[in-house]
C-alpha cells in the first residue's frame, strides 16, 4: 500500500511516497480503506524528529481518518466489513489503509462527508477531553481559547457555545477574527490587543472559568492574570515553549488549577471512554447540523508536503486534510 514515509527528520520536503505491506488487524483492532485523513500539529513535530510515535504504533503519521472497514480482527464485535467509520489512531493515518482500536472508531455522522470525518477524531477528542473533562467547562461560565481559528479553536469555540458557555477566542487577523465571530466567540486580535485587558472587559472584570492554551511561553502568565477565580487552565501545547517565570502568587490567591494533557500516549480505556462520551453527546449535534468541522484546504496524499507546509504557515483556518 502507498504511504507518507519521513525520510528523516526535516522539513516538510522530508515527506515522501512509499510503499509498505498492508498491515494485518490484531485482537480488537480494525483496518480501515481510508478516503481522508486529517493533518494536525503533532505530525509537524513527529516530522521534525520530536514527537516519536509511542511503542507499537506506525511510524508513519497520521492521527485521524476516515474511510471504510474492510477487515477485522479476532474479538472485533462492533464493526464488520462495508461500514463507514472515522477513528483516532496512534500513527499510520497518511495511507491507503489503516489499523485502528475498534473502540476508537465512531460511525461516520449522517450528513458529513468522509473529508469531514476525517477532521473530527483528533480534535474532538483533544476538546473533549481538557475543556469538558480536565477544565469542568459549565454553562454560563466563559471559556479563553488561544488559536481560535485552528482545528482545536474552531472545535471548541462550536462545542463552548453549543453547551451554553460564553467563548473568547484569540486569533492574529481580521479575518481569523471575523471567523472565530461566525463560530459563535467574541473575538480578540493579540496583534492589536491584549488579551488579558480584553478578557477582564469582557467578562466585567471576573476573568475566563477555563483558558485552553497551545501557545505556552510568556502566555503562561498572562493566563493566570486572565483567569477567574477558581478557574482551570489546560496547557495542551507549547508553540511558543514550555518553560517561563511564573510568578504562582496569583494561583494561590485565586484558586487555580494548572492543568494539561496529551492524547497520544492515552490507554486504549481511555480513549475508548471519551468515544462513547462524544457518540453520546456530539455526535448528535454533528448529525442535527448544529456543530460541523470547519474545513481549510484539501491535498491529495501525494502532496502532503504542501499540506505540512501550509500548517507551518498558521494561515489556515480550520482543518486541513488529505485525500487518498
Not at 477485522?72 to 462492533?78: A, D, E, F, N
Not at 459549565?138 to 471548541?156: D, M, N
Not at 480584553?198 to 485552553?212: E, F, M, P, Y
Not at 492524547?263 to 448529525?287: G, T
Request: glycine share 10%.
Amino acid at each position: 500500500m502507498k504511504v507518507i514515509a519521513i525520510r528523516e527528520p526535516g522539513g516538510p520536503e522530508v515527506l515522501e511516497l512509499a510503499e509498505i505491506e498492508t498491515p494485518l488487524p490484531a485482537h480488537g483492532e480494525i483496518l480501515i480503506r481510508v478516503n481522508a485523513a486529517g493533518v494536525n500539529r503533532p505530525d509537524t513535530i513527529q516530522r521534525m524528529g520530536l514527537y516519536p510515535p509511542p511503542p507499537g504504533a506506525p511510524e508513519t503519521p497520521g492521527l485521524e481518518v476516515a474511510g471504510e472497514v474492510v477487515a477485522t480482527g479476532p474479538g472485533v464485535t462492533r464493526w464488520q466489513a462495508g461500514d463507514k467509520v472515522c477513528a483516532l489512531v496512534g500513527g499510520g493515518g497518511y495511507a491507503e489503509y489503516c489499523l485502528a482500536h475498534e473502540a476508537h472508531a465512531l460511525p461516520v455522522p449522517k450528513g458529513l462527508s468522509m473529508t469531514e470525518a476525517a477532521a473530527l477524531p483528533e480534535t474532538f477528542f483533544t476538546v473533549w477531553t481538557n475543556v469538558f473533562e480536565r477544565g469542568a467547562l459549565k454553562p454560563g461560565e466563559t471559556l479563553l481559547v488561544h488559536g481560535g481559528t485552528s482545528g482545536i479553536g474552531t472545535t471548541a469555540i462550536q462545542l463552548a457555545a453549543i453547551f451554553g458557555s460564553k467563548v473568547i477566542a484569540t486569533a492574529g487577523s481580521a479575518e481569523k477574527c471575523a471567523a472565530c465571530g461566525k463560530l459563535g466567540a467574541h473575538a480578540v486580535n493579540y496583534r492589536e490587543q491584549d488579551f488579558v485587558e480584553s478578557v477582564k472587559t469582557l467578562t466585567d472584570g471576573r476573568g475566563a472559568d477555563v483558558i485552553l492554551d497551545m501557545v505556552g511561553g510568556d502566555y503562561i502568565e498572562r493566563n493566570i492574570k486572565a483567569a477567574a477565580v477558581d478557574g482551570r487552565i489546560v496547557s495542551i501545547a507549547f508553540l511558543n515553549g514550555s518553560k517561563a517565570e511564573v510568578n504562582f502568587m496569583p494561583v494561590m490567591l485565586k484558586r487555580l488549577t494548572l492543568t494539561g494533557s496529551t492524547l497520544r500516549p492515552r490507554s486504549i480505556e481511555e480513549k475508548a471512554a471519551l468515544a462513547s462520551a462524544l457518540e453520546a453527546k456530539v455526535w448528535p449535534l454533528i448529525e442535527a447540523g448544529r456543530v460541523k468541522p470547519l474545513i481549510d484546504n484539501v491535498f491529495p496524499l501525494a502532496r502532503a508536503a504542501d499540506a505540512h507546509a501550509l500548517m507551518e504557515k498558521s494561515s489556515h483556518i480550520g482543518k486541513i486534510v488529505l485525500e487518498i
